[in-house]
């Protein structure tokens, strides 16, 4: 069945970059689209915006510009997030999720998603 | 911006029937998904567009929307089905937005 892998925790100083992984297997990768979603501690859930698979164009969430880059590796099924001048306000598990289609996108929903990948901002 | 709210927190008695609403302006005109989050795990979906249930999810799981309210109804509530719970919804201005989540505490 599908299944979303994703890389390890990271700690991570204040200015510096990360790069997290969203490996896919069981289906067809480039067919569904993929979501990113944002978890700060002790708190809900923030869509952060989502990667077309097939066009390998990103769109990002408001507060998600400038320093987020969505990307893909089609050849190895697998998405990144990259994060770059990161501040402490970064910390947070990052999820990935698949996107499945309904006729409309607002019939749209997520399943499944990755285990999460815990990034800490601390100097 | 469209914004979904949730009620902090709902108790219930094993075996009783929990409900846990989510409001948003006339959200009854698009679809509501929901999510389970128990401690340290990852969101799992449990109800999709409304009121369908994924493949595994225990049918003590519905959901309906209707108005300005999706609900989540949890039926024969068991110990396990303590955990935090999400809705969902679309709109064309912020694609995707979620609820602030209400955790669930079986008493």
Redesign the interface.
Known sequence: QARLVQSGSELKKPGASVKVSCKASGYPFTEFALNWVRQAPGQGLQWMGWINTNTETPTYAQGFTGRFVFSLDTSVNTAYLQISSLKTEDTAIYYCAREIPAATPMGNWFDPWGQGTLVTVSS | ?YELTQPPSVSVSPGQTASVTCSGDKLGD??A?W?Q?KAGQ????VI??DSKR?SGIPERFSGSNSGNTATLTISETQAMDEA?Y?C???DSS????????TKVTVL
Not at chain 2, 42 to 45: A, D, G, I, N
């Open positions: 911006s698009r679809y998904s999510y989050q990852s969101p799992v979906l999709y567009q994924p935090d999400y969902q919804a679309w912020v694609h995707y937005v979620f609820g602030p989540g």
